[in-house]
Nanobody, 125 residues
Framework: QVQLVESGGGLVQPGGSLRLSCAASGFTLDYYAYGWFRQAPGKEREGVACISNTDDSTYYADSVKGRFVVSRDNAKTTVYLQMNSLKPGDTAVYYC??????????????????WGQGTQVTVSS
């Protein structure tokens, strides 16, 4: 059974950091690329980061470039999202998702076949 489980969300002050984890099970992590998305209240879900399965190339939305870092540990079957210099505008539910076989990293949700349940990130003083 394919599962993606996010953790690491919480409440943080502006300027702070959080590291989200996405634990994968039921398949071999190495074979796939992974993306992180977020959805704020009243807004559509948007892609923020993606990491490829070929050479670990990474891609970021302009809104998080230079502040967020996506990485993967195939041995631990986990994908991470390190979030630094957090802003109130980063407040959202964050989701990890697996890119469909033969698809490349991108932020079209059609390219993803499995999603986690999400973890809440709140940036507030």
């Amino acid at each position: 059974q394919v599962q993606l489980v996010e953790s690491g969300g919480g409440l943080v002050q502006p300027g702070g950091s959080l590291r989200l984890s996405c634990a994968a099970s039921g398949f071999t992590l190495d074979y796939y690329a992974y993306g992180w998305f977020r959805q704020a209240p009243g807004k559509e879900r948007e892609g923020v980061a993606c990491i490829s399965n070929t050479d670990d190339s990474t891609y970021y939305a302009d809104s998080v470039k230079g502040r967020f870092v996506v990485s993967r540990d195939n041995a631990k079957t986990t994908v991470y999202l390190q979030m630094n210099s957090l802003k109130p505008g980063d407040t959202a539910v964050y989701y990890c998702a697996r890119v469909r076989p033969l698809f490349r990293c991108g932020f079209s949700q059609r390219a993803y076949d499995y999603w986690g349940q999400g973890t809440q990130v709140t940036v507030s003083s």
